[in-house]
């Protein structure tokens, strides 16, 4: 089981940046493929970015291409999520999300664990 914490969400105006972490409790969190989601009020929650344990793959969302970047570093057990140019349609409850599968599952929703997100707000 890893415990995720999400933390760097916040009010930001649209065209601004925030940089998202989420801190994994275990040590083998070099294992396991993490990702983000994102879940706006009235609307299901879908998928944003995901990273290959090792890093080296990355997959996005057609609607955050080129706007956000999804990173970790396995020596501090944290994935991050950097936000930029950000919109009012970005406005959502942001989830880091574990899994031992691929980064393709990941973004169909197969993940293990799920932390309790943080909540970005957008104004225009």
């Known amino acids: 089981q890893v415990q995720l914490v999400e933390s760097g969400g916040g009010l930001v105006q649209a065209g601004g940046s925030l940089k998202l972490s989420c801190a994994a409790s275990?040590?083998?969190?070099?294992?396991?493929?993490m990702g983000w989601f994102r879940q706006a009020p009235g609307k299901e929650r879908e998928f944003v970015a995901a990273?290959?344990?090792?890093?080296?793959?990355?997959l996005y969302a057609n609607f955050v291409k080129g706007r956000f970047a999804i990173s970790r570093d396995n020596a501090k057990n944290t994935v991050y999520l950097q936000m930029d140019r950000l919109k009012p349609e970005d406005t959502a409850v942001y989830s880091c999300?574990?899994?031992?599968?691929?980064?393709?599952?990941?973004?169909?929703?197969?993940?293990?664990?799920w932390g309790q997100g943080t909540q970005v707000t957008v104004s225009s």
């Open positions: 990273i290959s344990w090792s890093g080296a793959g990355t």
């Open positions: 999300a574990a899994s031992r599968g691929t980064i393709s599952t990941m973004s169909s929703g197969e993940c293990d664990n």
């Open positions: 275990r040590r083998t969190f070099s294992n396991y493929a």
